[in-house]
């Protein structure tokens, strides 16, 4: 086996925190740089995985080093069907640098990671016809977190581009089904924040209302049991959006964590006993991410990071795929 393909190596666009990264390198790569606009994900990736970051819009930054496999997470909120979707969205023409990388880096393999939407883009279809112009063979998979162990209800496109045979990502997995109860094991009612145990502390009011909220309910129970507790703006959209206030049940993944998770009136995110939100670490374990890996910044900085990451084990799955392909 030569070097290269034992121990390939791996440049990530749009880093994020770096889980996708981190995943990679689990898996067997090596991480030779990373390139992330925001300060406080940066610091985050630097922390955990290394110096070789490059802080500042992808766009000004010139390709170079050594790069088997490309590895790519361009903001999907003009793609997703949670913002406001927009084919106008500027952020949609950043997946356009992925081809020009590979173009310069000349990788085996591009993996692309977003929303499941991004397939239907034409900025995704346009990128396919350069990538197949660029001789790489291009598939796309729709996959869960779920099906690779995350306690996640949480579907995404995965794109890869392979000069070599593309891994078949849609095959059955044997990875048992997690729920919210495995994934906060030992956590506890208690802050610790030497493990990022902590946690947004919302309003009086909030938590008023929060305490008419059982385990799996949702605004609706509060609009039921103490109607003058309702925020009126509610009343307007009623039954429309239900999915907010919401408590996560124990038994079962949670919905799709977000970057808004500091918030009880954006999702389901308070935790299915306590009458708080989600910790830090909660919210990093329903995306998998392993305890040791510490998120640097504010609550709301973390949150995002982790909103923004590719679950772990799905990631890690996934590269040991593309890796394995190589060989
Ligand atoms: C979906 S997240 C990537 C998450 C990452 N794959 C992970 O697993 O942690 C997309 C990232 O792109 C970054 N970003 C947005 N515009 C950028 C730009 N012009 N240049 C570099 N990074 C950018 C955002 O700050 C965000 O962290």
Redesign the pocket.
């Known amino acids: 086996m030569s070097g290269v393909l034992s121990n390939p190596t791996v440049v990530?666009?749009?880093?994020?925190?770096?889980?996708?990264?981190l995943a990679f390198q689990d898996a067997g790569a090596q991480l030779v740089r990373a390139?992330?606009?925001?300060e406080a994900?940066a610091n985050t990736y630097r922390r955990n995985l290394g110096d070789h970051i490059v802080v500042?819009?992808?766009?000004a930054a010139h390709p170079e080093g050594r790069c088997d496999i490309l590895?790519a997470?361009?903001?999907?909120q003009g793609f997703s069907t949670s913002g406001k979707r927009s084919a106008d969205d500027p952020?949609n023409q950043?997946s356009r640098i992925v081809p020009i990388w590979a173009e310069k880096l000349q990788p085996q393999v591009i993996v692309i990671?977003n929303v499941a939407p991004y397939l239907k883009s034409a900025v995704w279809e346009e990128n396919r016809n350069t990538f197949e112009r660029m001789g790489y063979h291009v598939e796309a998979f729709l996959v869960n977190a779920l099906d690779f162990g995350v306690p996640q209800n949480r579907a995404r496109s995965i794109t890869i581009c392979s000069k070599n045979d593309i891994p078949n990502l849609a095959r059955p997995r044997r990875f048992k089904r997690k729920t919210v109860r495995d994934a906060f094991d030992g956590l506890g009612a208690r802050e610790k924040p030497e493990m990022q145990h902590v946690w947004f502390q919302p309003t009086p009011l909030a938590l008023e209302r929060l305490s008419h909220v059982p385990p799996g309910g949702d605004i609706r129970n509060i609009a039921e049991k103490a109607p003058e507790l309702v925020p009126k703006s509610w009343w307007k959209v009623r039954s429309k959006i239900i999915d907010i206030w919401g408590r996560l049940s124990w038994e079962g993944p949670s919905k799709t964590v977000k970057a808004s998770f500091p918030h009880l009136s954006k999702g389901r995110y308070a935790h299915p006993e306590y009458d708080r939100l989600i910790s830090i670490r909660e919210a990093a374990r329903l995306q998998s991410v392993p305890d040791g890996f510490h998120f640097t910044g504010t609550i709301y900085q973390c949150a995002?990071?982790i909103g923004?990451?590719?679950p772990y084990k799905m990631?890690k799955a996934i590269a040991t795929d593309v890796i394995n392909s190589l060989n």
């Not at 390139?35 to 925001?38: G, I, K, N, R, T």
């Not at 500042?56 to 766009?59: F, I, S």
């Open positions: 990530d666009l749009f880093s994020g925190a770096g889980v996708f990264s390139y992330e606009l925001d994900a500042g819009d992808v766009k590895i997470g361009p903001p999907c952020r950043l990671e995002r990071q923004n990451c590719v990631g």
